[in-house]
């Protein structure tokens, strides 16, 4: 008859490594417990008194389910258990596997198929905070006890079908020190546990005071007292990209070890983004005490599928979906999760009295910074007649950020701060919106939608006045260059006709073929002029503005001065919309660290005002301007000879001309051209 086992229990204290030993009737079983600090971990796993995982164990044979409790779809499935293959870093949720979040853990089930000798039983963890220690019970059984049942579920006792309570393992410290790689060794002093079928974990999560509780398990090894013991496997050789900030405060990490094809793209493209945006998500989003992490680690995986997810300091990226986004979505899905590892709401867990922060604001927070700060130029977080009906400001993510947008513009950018700091204090709630705004959540939602509908409404009224002029504007001086219908008051730049590539469509002037097009002019001089026009642009497309335009050089440019038209995204000239071509450019924008950039997408109306007076002239882009200058000023002519445009004898310097329009680098349209002629003392 086989001696029943007395239970040996290990409870971690704050020594790194334990051993502790209990005498049996016929045997002494023996739990050693080790643990690699964050700083000391590595993808090795190696440990002082516990062996490094094995790819050669019984386990890797082994049957292991789940007997009890819900997988975390965000992790990997529970082969990963016996798979052989250890995590290559602290938080990697793929190479591990943990229970869903909000459950107290579960079982799981390790069947070898037969009763076997075994020599040790091993289990692995690696997590950088609470999911790194380990709690669970080991039974143990062979199948043949009276009642035996080999799949008991979570309320049943294993005690009473059959089953022996081999160790009882709780590594967390007193201290409450957590993180790290975590090993636990379970063995006997005669050199075998026993000859067993079945081995039963059931697991308990680590802490209550959050829904992610449950520990990050990388590997479990039932040992042979005979077989060979070949070292686990990590994944092929890492493809890890360091990307340090500038004040070397923060560290972000970019793993492409699955994905070789995204390394270039990721330190090229991706990496000088996450080096400048970091630290300015950290600046737009403080709170009293608050420290954002210093370590990011963002993982590629080809394994995974949507587009992204974040726990803690670590992103996961479904390969797929960023292929497929390279030059498209996928910089500013990064920086959507970087707002969610700077939000932080896991430091309200410190808060007995915590609130649940809404999804919808969640969400809205992050896309309100992406859209509308790192990149309002794409304007993907727009309202338009095609989805008003969906605007609830608690519609989440894009819906959301935009009424983020709006209250952030009409009460104070700084409420968007103020929620955050909030929901990561644990205490948000709608009265906040009162207390900033003076109007409810309800009131706000209300007023918003109807500002879209007010806008929605003029933009459809405008539609209908294209290529006409109201009454204040006649009145005012303002004068039609094109009727919507003909080319009257054209030609070509030195001819007396309009080339073929050249046309009209739909009330806008097309250049639909460059190649046979170009440059078109006004028949009628200007000297000084407010000039107003929309224009729409093909993707990568270029154009321009020349003005003061004479036939005294061989081409428009030689004389006029050129405000710059292209597709801002996808152009090849670094030059941008709404600049004087080679001369002047916008400020930077504080909210984007970038140039000032208020064009809509490629494929999308865009209206510009040129202001040319002799006090000075001036360039805007809807409704937003970019900067002033004077013609023939010493500054002005400082910056002329410092340019290209040096070489050319009679570049800006008529004082009257043609205004032309740039027809050789893409296809453009235009429309609502014009013209309000300034007399030289206005």
């Not at 070397?248 to 390394?263: F, M, N, Q, S, V």
């Not at 009454?471 to 030609?491: I, P, Y």
């Not at 152009?571 to 660290?593: C, M």
């Not at 510009?608 to 004077?630: M, Q, S």
Request: proline share 6%; aromatic share 10%.
């Amino acid at each position: 008859m086989k001696a029943k086992l007395k239970t040996p229990t290990v409870s971690a204290v704050s020594a790194l490594s334990i051993l502790i030993a209990v005498s049996a009737a016929m045997a002494k079983t023996t739990v050693v417990f080790d643990r690699n600090a964050n700083d000391a971990a590595s993808r090795e796993f190696v440990f002082k008194n516990v062996p490094a995982p094995s790819k050669s164990d019984l386990g890797a044979k082994a049957a292991v389910v789940i007997v009890d409790g819900r997988r975390d779809t965000n992790g990997g499935d529970v082969d990963k258990l016996a798979d052989g293959i250890v995590p290559t870093y602290e938080d990697q949720p793929a190479r591990n596997f943990f229970f869903a979040p909000n459950t107290d853990g579960g079982r799981i089930l390790v069947d070898l198929g037969t009763p076997t000798a075994v020599k040790q039983v091993n289990t692995y963890s690696w997590h950088p905070n609470t999911r790194g220690p380990q709690v669970y019970r080991l039974f143990v059984g062979d199948g043949k006890a009276e009642g035996f049942q080999p799949q008991p579920k979570g309320q049943t006792d294993p005690l009473q079908c059959g089953w022996i309570l081999l160790a009882s393992v709780d590594t967390r410290a007193n201290d409450g020190t957590a993180g790290g790689q975590y090993a636990v060794s379970i063995s006997d002093s005669t050199g075998e546990i026993g000859k067993f079928r079945y081995f039963l974990f059931d697991v308990s999560r680590t802490e209550q005071a959050d829904p992610f509780g449950n520990t990050f398990y990388s590997e479990i090894d039932i040992v042979d007292p005979n077989g060979p013991v070949l070292p686990a496997a990590t994944p092929s050789e890492p493809r890890i990209e360091t990307i340090q900030t500038d004040d070397g405060k923060y560290r972000i990490t970019i793993d492409t070890t699955e994905t070789p094809d995204l390394t270039e793209w990721a330190a090229q493209e991706l990496g000088p983004v996450l080096r400048d945006w970091y630290p300015r998500i950290v600046e737009m989003l403080p709170s009293e005490g608050f420290e954002a992490p210093r370590h990011v680690h963002i993982t590629f995986s080809d394994a995974m599928r949507g587009v992204a997810a974040t726990g803690d300091t670590s992103i996961r990226c479904a390969a797929a979906w960023f292929r497929q986004q390279l030059q498209g979505e996928a910089k500013g899905a990064v920086v959507h999760e970087l707002v969610h590892v700077v939000q932080d709401y896991g430091r309200s867990r410190s808060n007995p009295n915590a609130a649940r922060t809404p999804g919808w604001l969640v969400e809205g927070i992050a896309d309100y910074i992406r859209w509308f700060l790192y990149e309002p130029e794409t304007y993907g977080a727009e309202i338009t007649a095609g989805n008003i009906r969906q605007a609830r400001y608690d519609a989440s993510y894009r819906v959301s950020a935009n009424f983020l947008d709006w209250v952030a513009r009409q009460h104070g950018k700084d409420i968007v701060a103020g929620l955050n700091a909030a929901a990561r204090r644990g205490d948000y709630s709608e009265d906040l919106w009162k207390k900033h705004t003076a109007r409810t959540l309800q009131e706000l939602g209300d007023d918003w939608k109807k500002a879209l509908e007010d806008r929605l409404a003029a933009e459809a009224e405008a539609e209908l006045r294209i290529n006409t002029l109201t009454e204040e504007e006649k009145a005012a001086g303002w004068k039609l260059l094109f009727d919507g219908k003909t080319f009257d008051g054209w030609k070509n730049f030195k001819r007396s006709d309009v080339r073929p590539g050249w046309r009209i469509k739909d009330g806008a002037l097309v250049c639909d073929d460059p190649h046979n097009a170009g440059d078109l002019c006004t028949t009628e001089q200007f000297d000084w002029f407010d000039l107003s026009l929309d224009y729409n642009i093909s993707r990568a497309g270029n154009s321009g503005i020349m003005y003061h335009v004479t036939d005294q050089a061989d081409s428009a440019w030689a004389t006029g001065p050129e405000f710059q038209l292209e597709d801002n995204k996808d152009a090849a000239d670094p030059v941008r919309s709404g600049w004087l071509y080679a001369l002047y450019e916008p400020p930077i924008n504080p909210a984007t660290g970038k140039r000032l950039d208020a064009t809509k997408p490629a494929g999308r109306w865009n209206q510009i005002r040129l202001l040319v007076a002799p006090t000075g002239c001036e360039h805007w882009i809807n409704g937003v301007k970019y900067f002033d200058y004077v013609l023939a000023s010493d500054e002005f002519k400082q910056r002329v000879a410092g340019s290209k445009f040096s070489r050319m004898s009679l570049f800006a310097k008529p004082t009257t001309g043609c205004i032309a329009l740039q027809g050789d680098h893409g296809q453009v349209s235009f429309r609502n051209i014009k013209i309000r002629p300034i007399k030289p003392d206005e």
